[in-house]
């Protein structure tokens, strides 16, 4: 049986614990499987806040034939002058 599965490039779940991993940057976050909806509901909810925030925009990033959206803060009306 394959004790590790990876999920995506920086998730991985380990049967053996019951564990879900998640890298961020060098930095990993690690939870049972049961608590990976909670968390998933908290990031999401952040990811709509932000989107819906006035200080941030909302872009489309081009890289090669892929999209994404990336949320970046809100440049000053002073920058376009």
């Given at each position: 049986?394959k004790?590790?599965v990876?999920?995506?490039?920086?998730?991985?779940?380990?049967?053996?614990?019951g564990t879900i991993?998640?890298s961020?940057?060098?930095v990993?976050?690690s939870?049972?499987?049961?608590?990976?909806?909670d968390f998933?509901?908290d990031?999401d909810?952040?990811r709509i806040?932000?989107?819906?925030?006035?200080?941030?925009?909302?872009c489309i990033?081009?890289?090669?034939?892929d999209?994404r959206?990336?949320?970046?803060p809100r440049p000053d009306?002073?920058?376009y002058s």
């Open positions: 049986m004790e590790k990876d999920i995506s490039q920086n998730t991985w779940l380990d049967i053996e614990t991993h998640i961020i940057d060098r990993t976050v939870m049972i499987v049961e608590d990976f909806l998933f509901d990031i909810h952040a806040e932000l989107m819906k925030h006035p200080d941030f925009v909302v990033v081009e890289e090669g034939d999209q959206l990336q949320i970046l009306e002073d920058d």
